[in-house]
């Protein structure tokens, strides 16, 4: 005799087991975070911080998964999917592996529950899963600015090489050589190129410590972007870089108020 699972059980066991995987990653993602944040705080009080940050982020996510899945299923095309996934990616706290889980999600539903195995959403989500083949979230550590952060920052917003929406604290943990797994800290204004070569230049005149020899791994971690190998083999076929001279005063400037 076959057991044909009932819609709610299935329901019930996709929800334990996002659930399960956005409580581990949302922990990983905001403990570092909330105990540097408040170093010098009592222990009891950081740690009373952390667990209702993550209470209230699992509440938030765990109520998204759902509200993306009825959203999509509204209107079930490719078009919709994808511009709400391509929101929630956007979101900090969204980890790859938090991103595929709710994806899975929402594609259980759609099959087994919502009878929508044939929409265009559908086609998108598995076709999205092939093209991102996510896995566990590593860390790795960040640039270590040697000056004032406060400084560099409000000069990398006057000479546009980051967007505004960039909050000091996101910048400060792109800086400040802490060990975290986030992806897109921080969101660039200016060129790759010239992005990659203000680095190079920073770390000429001594700006950073330990500037790791994977740097443009970093800053395509930092900055959410790719291909930055590429940005520095343009630079060695041109020799130059877009407001090189402007660039190369800010580094000097930098240097003498460290």
């Known amino acids: 005799m076959n057991y044909t699972p009932k819609k709610e059980n299935i329901t019930k066991m996709n929800k334990f087991i996002v659930i399960g995987i956005l409580d581990k990653e949302l922990k990983d993602f905001h403990r570092k975070n909330v105990y540097e944040r408040y170093a010098n705080a009592e222990e009891e009080i950081k740690e009373g911080l952390y667990n209702q940050l ?12 759902g509200t993306e899945s009825r959203t999509i299923a509204r209107t079930p095309t490719r078009d919709l ?7 929630l990616k956007e ?4 980890t790859p592996v938090m991103f595929d889980a709710i994806v899975s999600y929402i594609k259980a539903e759609f099959e087994y529950i919502m009878n929508l195995g044939h929409s265009e959403a559908f086609v998108y989500l598995c076709d999205l899963q092939k093209e991102e083949k996510p896995t566990k979230s590593l860390t790795y550590k960040t640039f270590n600015y040697r000056g004032d952060i406060e400084v560099f920052y409000k000069n990398c917003l006057a000479y546009n090489v980051i967007d505004d ?15 975290t797994n986030q992806v897109g800290i921080i969101k660039l204004t200016c060129p790759k190129t010239t992005f990659t070569c203000f680095m190079a230049l920073l770390n000429d005149a001594g700006m950073f410590k330990d500037y790791p020899k994977n740097f443009h791994k970093v800053g395509e971690a930092i900055t959410g972007e790719t291909d930055f190998k590429n940005a520095l083999a343009k630079l060695k076929t041109t020799g130059t870089f877009e407001n090189e001279k402007e660039f190369r005063q800010l580094v000097k400037t930098l240097s003498l108020n460290s």
């Open 165 to 179: 929406k960039t909050s000091l604290d996101s910048f400060k943990m792109a800086y400040n050589g802490t060990e």
């Open 81 to 87: 999917a994808k511009v709400r996934l391509n929101n």
């Open 54 to 65: 993550v209470s209230d982020r699992l509440v938030f996510w765990s109520q998204q998964a």
């Open 91 to 94: 979101i900090k706290d969204c």
